[in-house]
């Protein structure tokens, strides 16, 4: 048996909803307590330049709330860095951003933003944070993790997600040959994206793999099921392979 996966829990989409009316209701800080109570290991919240979701002043509740770390998504921006540097999270994992998405499409380039990402690793790592890349699973963008000091890297699952059959094969192959790689430099490997009760356990049984973020499926079953349910669920799945 290889060593525990962690499950970090996404909640913006319980802000999505809360900003959807306005108002107070349904709180992302009550979704991070109930994340602690029934086995979460840590809260993921993605701080968007157009505060679609998570906004600012959820940070310094959802810190005071729980003391699961914090895994703040962010764009490499000067306003983000700063915003992560007053807040102090446990992590910062560094994701593009595009206006226009409904979702992260694809992984971070790296890679072709060196100089861009290195002042930005530096500053956040030097403050002690723990800096992850969100990338594809490509060699040469855990080459540049490496490169820039990362310490983490988050491996884009959605192509895996929405594959199928011979392809989804193919994919999977492709995230275990990266995480297996990332670890062979000295790199922590997580995984995200898309990632579902159906699809999880092959994911989660690549050993190289330390943890999961997964928010938007396990906050659409909680419509159904609650959301303690639900991430009891996905930790029971996770926690089956290894």
Known sequence: MTSKLRLGVNIDHVAT?????????????????????????????????DRRHI????????????????????????????????HMPHAACIVPEKREERTTEGGLDAAGQHNRLAPIVSRLRDAGIRVSLFIAPEPRQIEA??????????????????????????????????AALAAKNGIEAHAGHGLTYDNVQPVAAIPQLAELNI????????????????????????????
């Open 17 to 49: 909803i809360r900003n959807a009316r306005g108002g107070l209701h349904p709180d992302p800080v009550r979704a991070a307590e109930i994340v602690a109570a029934c086995g979460g290991d840590g809260i993921t919240a993605h701080l968007r330049e």
């Open 55 to 86: 906004l600012d002043s959820d940070l310094a509740r959802i810190q005071a709330a729980t003391s699961l770390p914090l895994n703040l998504e962010m764009a490499a921006t000067d306003e983000m860095l700063e915003i992560a540097l007053r």
């Open 145 to 178: 993790a490496f490169l820039l000091g990362a310490p983490v890297v988050e491996l884009h699952t959605g192509e895996y997600a929405h594959a199928e059959g011979e392809a989804q094969v193919i994919e999977l192959a492709r995230l275990a040959d990266m």
């Open 215 to 242: 928010g938007h499926y396990l906050i659409g079953e909680a419509i159904f099921v609650g959301l303690e349910a639900s991430v009891t669920r996905m930790r029971e799945l996770m926690d089956a392979v290894r």
